[in-house]
Nanobody, 125 residues
Framework: QVQLVESGGGLVQPGGSLRLSCAASGFTLDYLPIGWVRQVPGKEREGVSCISSSDGRTYYSDSVKGRFTISSDNAKNTVYLQMNNLKPEDTAVYYC??????????????????WGQGTQVTVSS
């Protein structure tokens, strides 16, 4: 069965960095894409990033482009989201997710079929 487990969230000051991990099981990363989605209470889900299963291409929302980097380690079946120069508006619960579709490039897709439980990222001074 498809399972996704996020980790790496926490409290960081503005300008700081965090690295989120998404450990996938039930499939390999060359079979299904992985997206990162964040949600703030009272706001719609925002697709942050996606990494393609077919060619490894990566996609980002305008709000994080240049600051966040998605990558994969196929040997570990794990996807990472390196978040640099964090801003208070990045505060959210971050989910990794997948579905049997290609990544949507612009903006990244916020709707998926399988979700992790999420990891809290709080950016505050």
């Amino acid at each position: 069965q498809v399972q996704l487990v996020e980790s790496g969230g926490g409290l960081v000051q503005p300008g700081g960095s965090l690295r989120l991990s998404c450990a996938a099981s039930g499939f390999t990363l060359d079979y299904l894409p992985i997206g990162w989605v964040r949600q703030v209470p009272g706001k719609e889900r925002e697709g942050v990033s996606c990494i393609s299963s077919s060619d490894g291409r990566t996609y980002y929302s305008d709000s994080v482009k240049g600051r966040f980097t998605i990558s994969s380690d196929n040997a570990k079946n794990t996807v990472y989201l390196q978040m640099n120069n964090l801003k208070p508006e990045d505060t959210a619960v971050y989910y990794c997710a997948t579905r049997d579709q290609f990544c949507r490039s612009s903006p990244p897709e916020p709707r998926y079929d399988y979700w992790g439980q999420g990891t809290q990222v709080t950016v505050s001074s």
